[in-house]
């Protein structure tokens, strides 16, 4: 019975480099959400996704992140080009239907940019 | 402009007193509305959610929504130590889901 896995849980990044998040959804579920959490801030949108296909990324800005949920596998959030200002916690959450239904969330990965 | 808003606190309660959370937000258009529990350096924890008018009960859960207020509220009975975190209430539009910044919950033994 286990829930929404995220890894790896702690990221370490020097500035330039590239960043891979990956999560899976809790079995049965097949919409993932992404979401960034700064310290003593709220939770932000990213993006909606279902298996291959990207349902909404407005939250997510335009240049150097990237999303997706291949048919096999887990989803990728992908940040190029890291800096210092994407050192946040980024949490996954995985729902049955998607809108109107509840979301479980994973344990999170912290990114830390040096 | 989507907005969610709760007082950020924080709210001390003694324990086994009532700890009542609001939350208010902008768009009349919302569809559905969750509370989640946050320890510090943990993920949420989903708590309840409301689709309808009035009041859900859940344990010593117990969400309370109007609509035509635009408010959404969890009152927490018989507050408990370990109920000490902060909650985060979350609305949904369409395909998105707006958060709050929360309010951080002390239950003073």
């Known amino acids: 019975n286990a829930g929404v896995m995220q890894n790896p849980r702690h990221l370490v990044r020097r500035r330039g480099q590239e960043a891979r998040l990956r999560c899976s959804p809790m079995?049965?579920?097949?919409?993932v959400y992404w979401y960034r959490q700064l310290p003593e801030e709220g939770l932000k949108f990213m993006v909606y996704?279902?298996?291959?296909?990207?349902?909404?990324e407005s939250g997510m800005p335009k240049e150097r992140f990237s999303a997706e949920f291949p048919k096999e596998g887990p989803s990728i959030l992908r940040i190029q080009q890291v800096v210092r200002g994407d050192s946040a916690a980024y949490f996954c959450?995985?729902?049955?239907?998607?809108?109107?239904?509840?979301?479980?969330f994973g344990p999170g990965t912290r990114l830390t940019v040096l | 402009q989507k907005e969610v808003e709760q007082n950020s606190g924080p709210l001390s309660v003694p324990e086994g007193a009532i700890a009542s959370l609001n939350c208010t937000y902008s768009?009349?258009?919302?569809?559905?509305f969750f509370w989640y529990r946050q320890y510090s350096g943990k993920s949420p924890e989903l708590i309840m959610f409301?689709?309808?008018?009035g009041d859900k009960e859940d344990g010593r859960f117990t969400a309370q929504l109007n609509k035509a207020s635009q408010y959404v509220s969890l009152l927490i009975r018989d507050s408990q130590p370990s109920d000490s975190a902060t909650y985060l209430c979350?609305?949904?539009?369409?395909?998105?889901?707006?958060f709050g910044t929360g309010t951080s919950l002390t239950v003073i033994p």
């Open positions: 996704l279902q298996k291959e296909n990207i349902i909404d």
């Open positions: 768009d009349r258009g919302s569809q559905s």
């Open positions: 959450a995985s729902s049955h239907t998607g809108s109107y239904n509840e979301q479980f």
């Open positions: 079995k049965g579920h097949s919409h």
């Open positions: 409301i689709y309808s008018n």
């Open positions: 979350a609305v949904n539009w369409g395909n998105q889901f707006y």
